[in-house]
């Protein structure tokens, strides 16, 4: 069972950055971020997989997922952040390898481990 806690969301003016974090009870070669905004579908974000990282069309340039493995964490640098970025981030991760070539490619399943997730809300 993997645990997995965010923390560092907010709220921001347009333009402005958040670092999320994911602190993960063990350490994974397969973790991403996946949000939801109010009255839409969860979208993946970025993942990493084997150290390789993966980003959505909508977030490449601004967002950077970066690995810590020593602390078992993830963070998610948001920058030049948009009124659309608004949405709850969460961590996600899976013990199937199936799973994780999905997460990859940062398509929406039902992931065996989600976080609780954390609040971005970006005002113009």
């Known amino acids: 069972q993997v645990q997995l806690a965010e923390s560092g969301g907010g709220s921001v003016q347009a333009g402005g950055s958040l670092r999320l974090s994911c602190s993960a009870s063990?350490?994974?070669?397969?973790i991403g971020w996946f949000r939801q905004a109010p009255g839409r579908e969860r979208e993946g974000v970025a993942a990493?997989?084997?150290?390789?990282?993966y980003y959505a069309d909508s977030v490449k340039g601004r967002f950077t997922i970066s690995q810590d493995n020593a602390k078992n964490t993830v963070y998610l640098q948001m920058n030049s952040l948009k009124p659309e970025d608004t949405a709850m981030y969460y961590c996600?991760?899976?013990?199937?390898?199936?799973?994780?070539?999905?997460?990859?490619?940062?398509?929406?399943?039902?992931?065996?481990?989600w976080g609780q997730g954390t609040q971005v809300t970006v005002s113009s």
């Open positions: 990493i997989y084997y150290g390789v990282t």
């Open positions: 996600v991760t899976d013990s199937s390898p199936i799973a994780c070539i999905s997460l990859q490619h940062l398509r929406y399943q039902n992931y065996k481990y």
């Open positions: 063990e350490f994974t070669n397969c």
